[in-house]
């Protein structure tokens, strides 16, 4: 349960291993009142060591508990059933949809390897997002985050499928925040630009380049404001609202495609 000052007592991250994931959880740990953070994915000792290396250092005595639980987003069930093993014990205030796949060129070449990148970052993320708000709904309370991406906005054909799969996930969450109003649940999109975390390294970085503790930073902001969207970082706000708006010619040119 949330504490007095709306602190998140357990956090569970589906997609464990995204540095993005980890770092909302390790700022929420930070920032206090967080008693368990259930890291859900396919390599649980990578995921609980990684993130006890991220785990700020006053919490070094490990005032907030790290558990792991099954995730595979490439299995149909799979949300519900970590979603129902974080809570065996007690509500999850807070849950992190982070999986996804940047993908290669292949996944806009071939048909079979499109259906797999589109299977992770959209068909299992919209199953996460519905079965987390199954719970809250359930429970009466509950925040959920929604890792989405300023490459859903407008798609470029270097990432043709990543940025159809977030632009769906994208759409998806704005009409589930339609559905939540006034039900006590929150739903927070957060739309990053280019992260440096292991799913972007070695690819050259776009204009305003951030980090995992930045987006985390963003987010924690927007949680204790309440907000329905956080762009991270916050420029690209007015940044997208230029480039949604290009004629097609010029942003061809400008996306490099």
């Known amino acids: 349960m949330t504490n007095s000052l709306g602190a998140p007592g357990r956090i569970l991250v589906l997609g464990g291993g995204s540095d993005i994931g980890q770092a909302i959880a390790a700022r929420f740990v930070e920032d206090g009142g967080v008693q368990q953070v259930v890291l859900a994915g396919r390599r649980p000792g990578d995921m609980a060591e990684r993130f006890d290396a991220r785990r700020p250092q006053d919490d070094a005595a490990g005032t907030a508990q790290v558990a792991t639980v099954d995730y595979d987003a490439t299995q149909p069930g799979a949300a519900a059933k970590a979603i129902a093993a974080a809570s065996a014990d007690g509500d999850v205030d807070l849950i992190v949809v982070a999986a996804g796949v940047l993908g290669t060129d292949e996944h806009n070449r071939l048909a079979h390897r499109a259906t797999e990148l589109l299977g992770i970052n959209l068909v299992a993320a919209v199953e996460a997002v519905m079965e987390a708000i199954d719970r809250f709904e359930a429970q009466g309370h509950g925040r959920l985050v929604v890792l989405s991406s300023v490459a859903g906005l407008r798609v470029r054909g270097g990432l043709a499928t990543y940025g159809a799969s977030k632009a769906g996930l994208d759409a998806f969450c704005r009409a589930m925040q339609q559905r939540l109003a006034g039900a006590g649940v929150d739903l927070l999109i957060v739309r990053p630009g280019f992260v440096h975390s292991a799913m972007t390294d070695g690819l050259p970085p776009a204009p305003f380049a951030t980090d995992p503790a930045s987006v985390a930073a963003d987010v924690a902001a ?18 997208f609202a230029i480039l949604r708006n290009l004629p097609e010619p010029i942003w061809r040119r400008v996306s490099g495609r």
Not at 222 to 239: D, I, K, Y
Request: no cysteine.
């Open 222 to 239: 927007a949680v204790a404001a309440g907000r329905a969207v956080v762009w991270s970082p916050p420029v690209l706000r007015w940044v």
